[in-house]
């Protein structure tokens, strides 16, 4: 069970608009900077989205993040097939009931139809 | 070019030990925190722990799952960090990434333990 929740899955038909969700509490979100990670299949995680809306270089205007209160949502628009992947939510942590320091989501399956 | 490459995984016995090596370059490696984050077959992000730079004193952090058996360090004159893995169980199976600061990745070694 992680601590940040995620859908495990979401679709939409190419060219469509998609958006993620990850949940979480004051402990992590609600007080911390998230990040978003794509992991195309059978590859190694990229950094999407850091400081809650910020792209590093590369990034498509295409994706975008948005944080509020202990939520944050990863936005895709202009959806094509090569953004099928699993997207994963992650921040500091300050609880001890955490497990650890940094927390990830449980990962959303994003398939364009 | 920012480049991280992980190697030492492989196929060890429950109970044994291995020490996975991270080497970077294309940055000045003294100045980041560097993590160490896996993923068992199937499965999500798992967060393994850190070591913080030399300025903010190289201290570590853990996940609960690893703390006490697992250790960090550090050698920034080769820009190496290290994964030094002791007491393995067959649910530390995973690939291993090592990160920038959860920023740049690399591509992951895969480690199994299994009799």
């Known amino acids: 069970q992680s601590v940040l929740t995620q859908p495990p899955s979401v679709s939409a038909a190419p060219g469509q608009k998609v958006t993620i969700s990850c949940s979480g509490s004051s402990s992590n979100i609600g007080n911390n900077y998230v990040s978003w990670y794509q992991q195309l299949p059978g590859t190694a995680p990229k950094l999407l989205i850091y400081d809650n809306n910020k792209r590093p270089s590369g990034i498509p205007d295409r994706f975008s993040g948005s944080k509020s209160g202990t939520s944050a949502t990863l936005g895709i628009t202009g959806l094509q097939t090569g953004d099928e992947a699993d997207y994963y939510c992650g921040t500091w942590d300050s609880s001890l009931s955490a497990g650890s320091p940094w927390v990830f989501g449980g990962g959303t399956k994003l398939t364009v139809l | 070019e920012v480049q991280l490459v992980e190697s030492g995984g492989g196929l060890v016995q429950p109970g044994r030990s291995l020490r996975l090596s991270c080497t970077a370059s294309?940055?000045?490696?003294?100045?980041?925190?560097m993590s160490w984050v896996r993923q068992a077959p199937g499965k999500g992000l798992e967060w393994v722990g850190f070591?913080?730079?030399?300025?903010?004193?190289?201290?570590?952090e853990y996940a609960a799952s690893v703390k006490g058996r697992f250790t960090i360090s550090r050698d920034d004159s080769k820009s190496i960090a290290y994964l030094q893995m002791n007491s393995l169980k067959t649910e530390d199976t995973a690939v291993y990434y090592c990160?920038?600061?959860?920023?740049?990745w690399g591509q992951g070694t895969t480690v199994t333990v299994s009799s």
């Open positions: 070591i913080r730079s030399k300025a903010y004193g190289g201290t570590t």
């Open positions: 990160t920038r600061s959860q920023d740049v």
């Open positions: 294309g940055f000045t490696f003294g100045d980041y925190a």
